[in-house]
């Protein structure tokens, strides 16, 4: 069985925008790409085997959907952290004109 995940990883790395409307664009196009393939195999895959190939290129996609949001959630934290401790370094420490 293909590794999905680091199909899709690599191909969101290659990504011009890697933003939330250009992975699904990408994750159509390896859906498309990839059922196209499987009705392709010679000898002919089951119904059973296609739909495990899709089921698991499905479980990729959400996995690294996952990923990616929680280190969008971690980046913000970060950048409140940051604003915070530069917001605060700033009231007690006010520049002088």
Excluded at 9 to 27: E, F, H, I, Q, T
Excluded at 48 to 64: G, P
Excluded at 86 to 96: D, S
Aim: net charge positive.
């Amino acid at each position: 069985m293909t590794d999905y995940y680091r199909v899709i990883a690599r191909a969101v790395g290659d990504l011009g925008a890697n933003n939330g409307k250009s992975r699904r664009a990408l994750y159509e196009r390896a859906r498309t790409t990839l059922l196209a393939q499987l009705r392709r195999c010679d000898p002919p895959l089951s119904e059973s085997e296609i739909t495990q190939e899709r089921i698991s290129l499905e479980e990729a996609i959400r996995n690294f959907e996952a990923e990616v949001t929680h280190r969008e959630r971690e980046l913000a934290m970060l950048e409140k952290v940051y604003r915070d401790v530069e917001g605060e370094t700033r009231r007690r420490h006010p520049r002088e004109s």
